[in-house]
């Protein structure tokens, strides 16, 4: 996606009034918007579409989200798309099932127009900055030539693939030695990489993505922190809350509470 482009988007939701709902907030900020009613439907626009990033209900007759959300990701063509859950199942287990299938966010039904409105913004961020990285790959290869990959072109790959594996997994707490087995590489070469592009280890940005993330969860959500660490790859929540203080300067509390004012101000 073009920074300057409005974002293509995709509303998955077999209920009509909220397909509206959703269109109505997005619609005004200059999206393209898609929208489907089935599962099937979605696939098909999803492959012919290339959206920026879906918004996609769990329960729906026939194929449910969660069937979309792995035939999505199981697919060359789609799988890096952002995948945001809608449900009205608010069971932790389902939650976390819609995170290791791939998606970046969940959102409980009945939802907040401006939550989903935030939330859509940071992946489409996240996902242009993941486009960005693959243009910079592309750099390191001559226009219209076709050479072998030199050392340094694959190192940039491996970059862009684990860069891409780990917003799309900021829950899991893979070794450097996995992520190196990931992008074909070694765990030396990847934080030297790693450093040129970012100017900061693998982790470092790793715990960069995930505290970002939390803050964004934080002011727009009323998750509780404890899901919140978890849902962001922090097995402690102690840890969580030392590692957001070291950041920002407050603790996960205090940045929830200070946005729940903002917010009360502002109605």
Not at 49 to 63: K, N, Y
Not at 204 to 220: C, S, V
Request: hydrophobic fraction near 45%; proline fraction near 4%; include cysteine.
């Amino acid at each position: 996606m073009d920074k300057t482009e409005p974002g293509r988007i995709l509303i998955v939701d077999d209920e009509i009034l909220n397909i509206e709902i959703i269109h109505e907030t997005l619609v005004d900020y200059g999206f393209y918007l898609m929208t489907a009613q089935n599962g099937v439907d979605a696939l098909i626009i999803a492959r012919e579409g290339q959206p920026d990033l879906i918004l996609l209900d769990i329960m729906m007759p026939g194929m449910d989200g969660f069937a979309v959300c792995a035939q999505l990701k199981s697919e060359p063509a789609t799988r890096n798309i952002p995948i945001i859950f809608l449900s009205a199942l608010i069971e932790t287990e389902q939650k976390l099932r819609a995170f290791k299938l791939g998606g970046v966010d969940y959102i409980t039904k009945p939802f907040e127009p401006r939550e989903v409105m935030a939330r859509v913004m940071l992946h489409l961020d996240q996902h242009h900055l993941c486009q960005c990285l693959q243009q910079r790959l592309e750099a390191y290869e001559p226009a219209g030539q076709a050479i072998p990959n030199t050392a340094a072109t694959e190192l940039a790959r491996s970059v862009v693939m684990v860069s891409n594996y780990l917003l799309e997994n900021l829950a899991c707490n893979p070794s450097l030695d996995e992520l190196a087995r990931i992008a074909a590489t070694n765990r030396s070469s990847l934080n030297h990489e790693f450093q040129k592009f970012y100017c900061m280890s693998v982790f470092d940005w790793l715990r960069e993505q995930r505290l970002l993330r939390a803050t964004l969860l934080l002011r727009t959500t009323r998750l509780p922190i404890r899901f919140i660490a978890k849902s962001v790859g922090y097995i402690s929540h102690a840890g969580f809350t030392t590692a957001f203080h070291r950041r920002f300067g407050i603790s996960p509390r205090e940045c929830r509470s200070s946005a729940m004012l903002l917010n009360e101000k502002s109605i």
